[in-house]
Every structure is written in C-alpha cells, then in structure tokens.
C-alpha cells in the first residue's frame, strides 16, 4: 500500500506551530509511522500486534 493511499493522522497531544511529531496510519494487518515534517521520506511499516505492545507499554509510561 502506498502513502497516498493511506489515511494519516497525529496525536491530539501534538502541538500546532510545526513541532517534532509523528503521524500513523493504520490498516488491518499494519501500522505505519511517518515523520509529520518530511513526509515524502520513507516510513515504518510496523505489525499490528507489535503496534499494540507498544502503545501499551507507552501508555503506561
């Protein structure tokens, strides 16, 4: 799948004036994360259930 096809969004928690963030996109089978700034730089294509552990493990950060 490529970028373009996919649906990205950032955090609620990311500020408005062009701050460091990332932005996710999630399909059925995978998680991709992107640099918000640079988003023509590839990104990470991460498994669902990694993807899972770790927001877990960052949410109880």
Avoid at 29 to 43: F, L
Wanted: glycine residues 10%.
């Amino acid at each position: 799948m490529s970028a373009t096809e996919l649906t990205w969004f950032k955090s609620s928690h990311s500020g408005t004036q062009g701050d460091d963030c990332v932005e996710v996109a999630v399909t059925e089978q995978t998680a991709y994360v992107r640099d918000s700034k640079n988003t023509s730089r590839p990104g990470l294509a991460i498994g669902r259930d990694d993807w899972s552990r770790f927001v877990r493990y960052a949410g109880n950060g």
